[in-house]
């Protein structure tokens, strides 16, 4: 009862505010849509408080605490927004593609800082193809890893993508593939990684990092030019591809508006399974250095209450004994991203307005 009034409450104030976008979807209009039980299996408690949660905060307005907040997190299921695209992919949300990396060739040499990255996508794909919808700017896509930075997104495998600027030395490229709101197809032969070795690539030390600004991708170009990005100064650690790895997905970059109601932790798990999932390890994360909680089966979370402002997510392979498991450095990986919760009618401008993009399917 409680509930339903606050979210009639809710829904009262974001017609009111006009912060709801055009394709939000109605938050007092029905019940989480739960196709597969997917966010069952995350076992939330029965009394969960979370919608109340993120309700409140709501309902409280902008939150003053720009950064460094670490209360009010909680795990929401699966926006409905999300249940629906997946329920409206039909058989393709079932799909196990498989990557192959063509280019780099494993334990490759490159005479260049610009590092050519041909991929071959098979399996069962039930009609899963990468490739950006030119109106939404959204689409299956590839999630390109070089070291342990920030993913790319790879739309159109038909096309060349590359690297550019990679420093000289030994290098890692982790590939998997996307779906439209970046959560990774986990099954076997999906994720490839190989390394490859930079040589007097002559990358420009001084350059800039431009890879973390969730910038939209050079999808605009004519066809036969090169998706591509530059790329942080950076090395491979001594990653070993046979030892227990996560692989860090989401979130990252720029949440805007209803997007940033519910992020997604989202990873990738090679050579360890979760407790839940009938192995040893954990997935631990934790928000602006707060609480550590924990992952125990390999699946996506959504987490709601994010104030505006810069957030660091951390997220962690752990043993038994709650150790970070040790490969190279890459089983622990925090990032920082940024929530911006303008309370404007920003969203509803049109989408040709380019400082206006959405940014959702440019990282
Ligand atoms: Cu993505």
Redesign the pocket.
Known sequence: MKLTKLTIGLTALLFFSGCGSSDRTDPGSKQQVNPGGWTGERNLPANSKVAGHGGERNLHGTDNHSEGGTGGFAEVPRPQKIAEMMAQRGAQDEARPTLRIVEPASNANVASSTVKVKLEISGDLKGYKPMMDAATKMGN?I?VILDNQP?E?YYNLDREFELRNVADGEHTLRVFP?RPW?ESYKSDGAFQMVKFTVRNGGANASQPATTNSGQTMANAAPTGTPEGKEMQKTTAGAVDASKPLLTYS?PKGEYKGADADAIMIDFWLSNARLVGDGGEYRVRYSINNGEAKYIEKWQPIWVSGWTAGKHSVKVELVDKAGNVVDNGGYNSTTREITVVKDGTNDTTQPKTNAAHAPTEGA?
């Open positions: 896509h999630h993913y997104a996307s970046h989401r990282h």
